[in-house]
């Protein structure tokens, strides 16, 4: 038996096809031939896969015959060995003393390293490498094949890894399909008459190139089986169609099929563990008797070794066991008496037919049994999972609340002896809620320690994680209600337009629930942003100031997420979507060129904001001065390097120029990717360590006779450093995305900018119509635009005393601004190139700046490529507080209050509103994860269950996993430069007092 894989290879890849304008059609000419010219040696399956749809679980499940979960996949990943130890197809063929080779893909390796007397494996995982596996087996294949081993396999993978890198539908996959039909010419004509050859694929692709869910593109495969000796008698297939519906060429079978057809073709027994149902072409031969017999028997020992699998099964898992098994055994009992009929002398062929049927529906029918019994679900963990997701909500909401202190209008305490009233802080209810949790930690600690030394909660048939967390929730419930039974409060109902924003936050998680929803998310989310702006520019008109400059910005806002569009990725769900740049535009020059030129444009506003800010200083001097150009021409080198490799990949052109060939070289270009990251994770470093844009400077004045001391910069430190934090983050995901899809961050870029635009300028129309209230004698003042003097503060004793009165202006973004900002970070989710579907993960990003796969590395890699977008928003939260304040300054004038004076105006209240944006997003997050997991709960026996709803689980929980650790690294950071804002306000009063 030789057995040829060629990964990821579709059923229309290898069958005829009328349209010849696509670059995969009829390019497999030698099977086409052979099916034409030897039919009755040559067959052709439609390959049908279980899901997931990824190499080493159908490798699994091809060799033991069994359904390897969609939870397996993580398998794939794992750090730990993956051996294959039960019973399977390559165990068995060692048992007869048969030796076995194998060249290829390493994966057959790690899992069956005790089954080959040869073996030659290349890595895998490297998916920019089109050639090294495929040459490998070119040249060892021959050499295994002239040996004297009995069974050969070899595993190609440029088919895959084209797919992964271009697209099915790019000229270079008809390149190298061309080349896999030249080697299987070869290769058959140097087999024998005794040989089985086969071919087949372990799973297709979609049309982007990716694989993993369950669409029937990548679940649909070829399967081609050849013998010069002979496969099929015509005469007999035809006799057998008369009673049993089947086509020879295009009939569709199991990849566990195989599983049990090649151990009866072989002369081995079965793997114990297989379920397959051996196919019936190979068994319609003379070589089986001229009435079946032969074949007869084959099914009846098939269908006894499924029955021998189930009922030891049932005894060993007597509640697994379904009920639905007995109705199955009555068809095997049918089957038995059409068998015995087909003994007679006088039996016909049709009741040797009928008697072959039966057995296999008998097949079938455990099949699918075990394919329903064997989805099982732990509901009480399930349950668990769905209290712990409600009461991490409920606690969010709790201390959103206790943040925001226009939430609660008024809060009263009876806790004062003798009866009398008294005002407590808004923070009570967050200590009361602090209170109950560590009743609750206490409770957990002590309830596990009773329930693993006593018997008491076995003996009751209580899951002890269940029992303990259930009892130390509600001692913690109980705790809270006392607490705040002795309190009195009365809360604010939020305005309308909150509540708008907090709907339609709700209204967007609910889309779990419906897997036509999850499949246009991406649309509904662009929608629920425009009107989220929409609404925001609605709020801000009131306040009759700078009315153009708000309007202007929110339509220059709606372009920005109108073009963002353009990088959509479509999933297959989608039936209208169709993407704005073509596959062939993807690999050609042009996305190098504008991702360069967006990096450049990109650095070019943040090195605006910071000049007209005067904020060129300290870590900003330090970055733009030694380090922006490098990492943009790390970038660019990248992009190029990428894109020539692929030309002269394509091409097969031989690299003339001795600097070409150096830059192209594997161990040089990881270099490029590799220091643009590390430059950005040491600018992420400086900011935390020295996070410093201001600089100190003294000028004499000689009308009032005293040295003055100036701060350049001082206004916009906070916000400067922020800004520099995120453009560094965005380095790195730009590094790791992909030429491609870099424009997406150049849109985000604009379109936060022009948010943030859009804030400061409600803000300045909201102190400009405050102070024209109190008709102020400074109002000509207050309302002087320069910003000549943006960015120097001039600093005396008395100005640092008139900025630390309660009276100066602090800016008070709403929570509806941080709900607009984690929709903004789904939005990019999507419009940087993803979908809530894994064939959309982009495996290649993990290899950016590694010669070799890397676990650890690699996964950094893929995380940042799919989730860049929201971590950045999730990062630059403080910027919103920041920004905004920055309004303030403009219309204070010579005061300069800037976000400078956020740290020490009112630095607990600077806090609590950074708090109550930080929670608002919490909050959006969590009820998000909440509906996913309920939906995921729900539609567990849904049809999509495994495409749709368990994807989107996965995903939100990861993006909610990444929003909470990058909103926590960007508070921290802003935490950070208060104590840094704190020291600096103390330098420059003891510098006045000194002057």
Not at 672 to 701: D, Y
């Amino acid at each position: 038996v030789v057995i040829l894989i060629i990964d990821a290879l579709r059923y229309d890849f290898m069958a005829k096809m009328d349209d010849n304008s696509l670059p995969y059609s009829n390019k497999l000419t030698t099977v086409q031939r052979l099916l034409e010219e030897e039919p009755s040696n040559t067959l052709l399956y439609r390959f049908m896969a279980d899901p997931p749809s990824v190499t080493m679980q159908r490798l699994k499940g091809i060799a033991t015959g069994s359904f390897p979960t969609f939870v397996d996949m993580g398998n794939a990943f794992a750090f730990t060995t993956s051996t294959i130890l039960e019973d399977n197809l390559l165990l068995q063929f060692m048992f007869k003393n048969g030796t076995q080779a194998f060249v290829g893909d390493d994966t057959w390796m790690e899992l069956f390293e005790y089954a080959f007397n040869e073996s030659h494996p290349f890595l895998s995982f490297n998916v920019r490498d089109l050639h090294t596996v495929d040459n490998g087996v070119k040249e060892h294949f021959p050499a295994l094949l002239s040996s004297n081993h009995q069974f050969v396999l070899g595993h190609m993978l440029g088919v895959d890894h084209v797919g992964h890198r271009y697209s099915p539908r790019h000229p270079y996959m008809a390149t190298k399909l061309e080349e896999m039909d030249a080697f299987l010419a070869d290769t058959i004509e140097s087999i024998d008459n005794n040989t089985l050859f086969l071919v087949f694929g372990d799973h297709g692709m979609t049309e982007g190139g990716n694989h993993g869910s369950d669409s029937q593109r990548e679940l649909e495969s070829p399967l081609f089986m050849y013998s010069k000796g002979g496969l099929t008698t015509p005469s007999l297939v035809d006799e057998f169609a008369k009673y049993v519906d089947i086509t020879t060429d295009g009939r569709a079978v199991h990849q566990i099929d195989m599983t049990c057809t090649l151990p009866l073709l072989m002369g081995i027994p079965i793997p114990f563990n297989s379920l397959g149902a051996c196919m019936f072409e190979p068994f319609l031969h003379s070589h089986y008797g001229d009435d079946l017999s032969g074949a007869v028997e084959v099914f009846r020992t098939n269908a006894y070794q499924v029955q021998r699998f189930a009922h030891l099964y049932r005894d060993t898992h007597p509640d697994s066991s379904p009920a639905e098994l007995e109705s199955s055994d009555l068809l095997l009992v049918e089957a038995d008496r059409l068998y015995a009929l087909s003994r007679k002398k006088d039996a016909t062929i049709e009741v040797s037919v009928e008697a072959i049927a039966k057995f296999h529906s008998y097949i079938t029918a455990v099949q699918n049994v075990y394919r329903e019994a064997w989805t099982k679900f732990n509901y009480p963990s399930m349950w668990l999972g769905i209290i712990l997701e409600v009461l991490l909500v409920v606690a969010v909401v709790v201390v959103l609340l206790s943040f925001d202190h226009r939430a609660l209008l008024h809060r009263q305490s009876r806790l004062k002896p003798g009866g009398e009233l008294k005002e407590l802080q808004p923070q009570a209810l967050a200590t009361i809620s602090t209170y109950s949790f560590v009743v609750f930690f206490i409770a957990v600690v002590c309830l596990g320690v009773f329930a693993s030394s006593s018997n008491i909660v076995s003996q009751l048939n209580l899951n002890t994680l269940s029992f303990t967390l259930g009892c130390g929730g509600l001692l913690a419930l109980l705790s809270f209600l006392f607490l705040l039974s002795r309190e009195k409060f009365s809360f604010g109902i939020p305005s309308g337009f909150t509540l708008i924003f907090f709907a339609t936050a709700i209204f967007m998680a609910t889309f779990s629930f419906s897997d036509n929803l999850i499949a246009y998310d991406d649309v509904i989310t662009g929608f629920c942003l425009v009107a989220f702006v929409f609404f925001r520019t609605i709020q801000s008109l009131r306040y009759k100031h700078n009315r153009l400059r708000l309007v202007s910005a929110s339509l220059l806002f709606l372009i920005t997420i109108f073009l963002a569009q353009t990088m959509r990725e479509c999933r297959e769900e989608q039936n209208y979507c169709e993407k704005f740049f073509s596959s062939d535009w993807a690999v050609s020059s042009s996305p190098p060129n504008i991702a360069a030129l967006a990096v450049v444009l990109i650095n070019v506003c943040v090195y605006y904001f910071l000049k007209s800010n005067n904020n060129l200083r300290g870590v900003a001097w330090w970055r733009h001065k030694f380090l922006v150009a490098p990492i943009v021409l790390c970038l660019a080198m990248e992009y190029a390097i990428e894109f020539l490799s692929g030309e002269y990949e394509q091409k097969n052109m031989r690299i003339d120029n001795v600097y070409l060939s150096l830059l192209l070289r594997p161990d040089v270009r990881i270099w490029f990717p590799r220091m643009s990251m590390i430059a950005s994770t040491l600018t992420l470093v400086a900011c935390f360590v020295h996070g410093k844009t201001t600089e100190i400077g003294k000028r004499q004045n000689e009308e009032l006779g005293q040295v003055e001391v100036y701060v350049f910069g001082l206004p916009s430190q906070v916000s400067s450093v922020l800004l520099i934090g995120a453009t560094s983050l965005l380095h790195i995901a730009a590094q790791v995305t992909g030429a491609r899809w870099v424009l997406s961050y150049l849109f985000l870029v604009v379109a936060a900018g022009l948010y943030l635009f859009f804030l400061e300028e409600e803000t300045t129309a909201r102190m400009m119509r405050a102070l024209n209230k109190k008709k102020d004698a400074h109002v000509r003042v207050i309302r002087d635009r320069s910003k000549t003097k943006a960015g120097v503060v001039k600093a005396s004793q008395n100005r640092v005393r008139e900025a630390t009165k309660k009276d100066s202006f602090v800016a008070h973004p709403s929570v509806c601004d941080a709900i607009v900002w984690v929709c903004f970070g789904y939005y990019f989710f999507y419009f940087t190139g993803h979908q809530q579907s894994l064939p959309t993960i982009r495996w290649t990003s993990g290899l950016v700046g590694l010669k070799e796969l890397n676990v650890l590395f690699s996964a950094i890699n893929i995380w940042f490529d799919t989730y860049g977008g929201p971590l950045i928003f999730a990062f630059s939260l403080p910027l919103l507080i920041t920004m905004a304040q920055l309004g303030v300054q403009r219309v204070s004038g010579a005061d300069a209050t800037g976000d400078f004076w956020l740290f020490n105006v009112m630095y607990k209240h600077t806090f609590r509103r950074m708090g109550s944006l930080l929670f608002a997003c919490f909050f959006v997050i969590s009820a998000r994860v909440l509906c996913a997991v309920v939906g995921a709960f729900i539609l567990r026996r849904h049809l999509m269950v495994w495409k749709v709803f368990a994807p989107r689980l996965l995903f939100e929980s990861n993006l909610a996993i990444t929003t909470w650790l990058f909103a926590l690294f960007g508070f921290s950071l802003f935490a950070r430069m208060g104590s840094l804002s704190k020291r600096l306000a103390r330098t420059l009063t003891g510098m006045a007092k000194t002057e």
